[in-house]
T-cell receptor, first 115, second 113 residues
Framework: DTAVSQTPKYLVTQMGNDKSIKCEQN?????MYWYKQDSKKFLKIMFS???????INETVPNRFSPKSPDKAHLNLHINSLELGDSAVYFC??????????????FGPGTRLTVL | RKEVEQDPGPFNVPEGATVAFNCTYS??????FFWYRQDCRKEPKLLMS???SGNEDGRFTAQLNRASQYISLLIRDSKLSDSATYLC??????????????FGRGTSLIVHP
């Protein structure tokens, strides 16, 4: 069984489109994250949710909107896609509340290419 | 100054070599430290946590130096399968009682026959 899953794995789309990436974890963890890894391989946190509550919101354009319908799911919706949004987006989860310092488990990533 | 800094490498070593990586962090109040491993086009996976007293897991040893604000990873008897990027992660407290993880850019290791 996959612990943290993301769909789709690959996403190719035109500038200006709106797209969503879904993430699900079956580990029973309280905290979930979205990261962006750019072409230089720098992994940067975007958002974190604890039990459906937004707890970390880094300086991300408001075209990016996370949604957590329940603590096992954290989706990412991106409006008006731009070339600079091309990257690999990783979802992750960790057991502790409020992102307490513990191990993160990553999904396989979604490779987004904006043309 | 970047919050978490790593030498990107690549470190190119023969099988059997010992190799060490350092990672420096700027926030003296950082609370937890980890090393993750990321293979090409894969997700990061936890390699080991880093404790003040130092910890060892087989061929891997991690150390934390709070005074100088760096953590290190030592790999002994390198294997071909150790080739990967090694990411340093530092977790610091943020507003609202949450904790924010900051990743370094990673150090690339290539082990050759």
């Amino acid at each position: 069984d996959t612990a943290v899953s993301q769909t789709p794995k690959y996403l190719v789309t035109q500038m200006g489109n709106d797209k969503s990436i879904k993430c699900e974890q079956n580990l029973g963890h309280d905290t979930m994250y979205w990261y962006k890894q750019d072409s230089k391989k720098f992994l940067k946190i975007m958002f974190s949710y604890n039990n459906k509550e937004l707890i970390i919101n880094e300086t991300v354009p408001n075209r990016f909107s996370p949604k957590s319908p329940d603590k096992a799911h954290l989706n990412l919706h991106i409006n008006s896609l731009e070339l600079g949004d091309s990257a690999v987006y990783f979802c992750a989860s960790s057991p502790g509340g409020y992102g307490l310092a513990d191990t993160q488990y990553f999904g396989p990533g979604t490779r987004l290419t904006v043309l | 100054r970047k919050e978490v800094e790593q030498d990107p490498g690549p470190f190119n070593v023969p099988e059997g070599a010992t190799v060490a990586f350092n990672c420096t962090y700027s926030n003296s109040a950082s609370q937890s430290f980890f090393w993750y491993r990321q293979d090409c086009r894969k997700e990061p996976k936890l390699l080991m946590s880093v404790y003040s007293s130092g910890n060892e897991d087989g061929r891997f040893t991690a150390q934390l130096n709070r005074a100088s604000q760096y953590i290190s990873l030592l790999i002994r008897d390198s294997k071909l399968s150790d080739s990967a990027t090694y990411l340093c992660v530092v977790i610091s407290s943020a507003s609202g009682g949450s904790y924010i993880p900051t990743f370094g850019r990673g150090t690339s290791l290539i082990v050759h026959p």
